[in-house]
T-cell receptor, first 110, second 116 residues
Framework: QKEVEQNSGPLSVPEGAIASLNCTYS??????FFWYRQYSGKSPELIMF????GDKEDGRFTAQLNKASQYVSLLIRDSQPSDSATYLC??????????FGKGTTLSVSS | KAGVTQTPRYLIKTRGQQVTLSCSPI?????VSWYQQTPGQGLQFLFE???????NKGNFPGRFSGRQFSNSRSEMNVSTLELGDSALYLC???????????????FGPGTRLTVL
């Protein structure tokens, strides 16, 4: 069964620290990878996507992809209390659809 | 540009009833996907519609069905509701079919369905 695994957390970091969120996937044929943020009671919103090995930066966010290790991560620099949310990793697998992990809850304390 | 809209936002039904949920995608988006989100299972893919045709289907029973209209609006129907169908139902739209390397999905606010 094709799966996307995330540590459910909660991951607690102090304000200003770097938060590191990790995701592994089982299907080597996975082609693109997405990070969504979901605040409590709200719908997921796209943070960024990545499809090539390496790093991709967007503001305080950096996505890292290692296809050989089947691993994708999201780094949040200078974490703010407003970053407190559940972060969903999603993987696109050809012929199917976006497969989501169950999410990691991040708590940033001021 | 207006975002993805879903109606109704909240719904309470009893077991055995059926329900229809509606989703209007972002203008110009032709793909609509539906997801079920529960605390235990997370976000699970139901189906994707593109150009009025179901392109992909997740692992859900036949009680779950959908359709897409020529204006890309989509409806999802659940028949013979069960208690376990209580969930947040999300739709997401994208310009093309999900899977192009640079295409992304944008989610609507969801419909919270409670089955009593």
């Amino acid at each position: 069964q094709k799966e996307v695994e995330q540590n459910s957390g909660p991951l607690s970091v102090p304000e200003g620290a770097i938060a590191s969120l990790n995701c592994t996937y089982s299907d080597r044929g996975s082609q693109s990878f997405f990070w969504y943020r979901q605040y409590s009671g709200k719908s997921p919103e796209l943070i960024m996507f990545i499809y090539s090995n390496g790093d991709k930066e967007d503001g305080r966010f950096t996505a890292q992809l290692n296809k050989a290790s089947q691993y994708v991560s999201l780094l949040i620099r200078d974490s703010q209390p407003s970053d407190s949310a559940t972060y969903l990793c999603a993987v696109f697998q050809a012929g199917t659809a976006l497969i989501f992990g169950k999410g990691t809850t991040l708590s940033v304390s001021s | 540009k207006a975002g993805v809209t879903q109606t109704p936002r909240y719904l309470i039904k009893t077991r055995g009833q059926q329900v229809t949920l509606s989703c209007s995608p972002i203008s110009g988006h032709r793909s609509v996907s539906w997801y079920q989100q529960t605390p235990g299972q997370g976000l699970q893919f139901l189906f994707e519609y593109f150009s009025e045709t179901q392109r992909n289907k997740g692992n859900f029973p036949g009680r779950f069905s959908g359709r897409q209209f020529s204006n890309s609006r989509s409806e999802m129907n659940v028949s013979t509701l069960e208690l376990g169908d209580s969930a947040l139902y999300l739709c997401a739209s994208s310009q093309q079919r999900v899977g192009r390397l640079t295409d992304t999905q944008y989610f609507g606010p969801g419909t919270r369905l409670t089955v009593l």
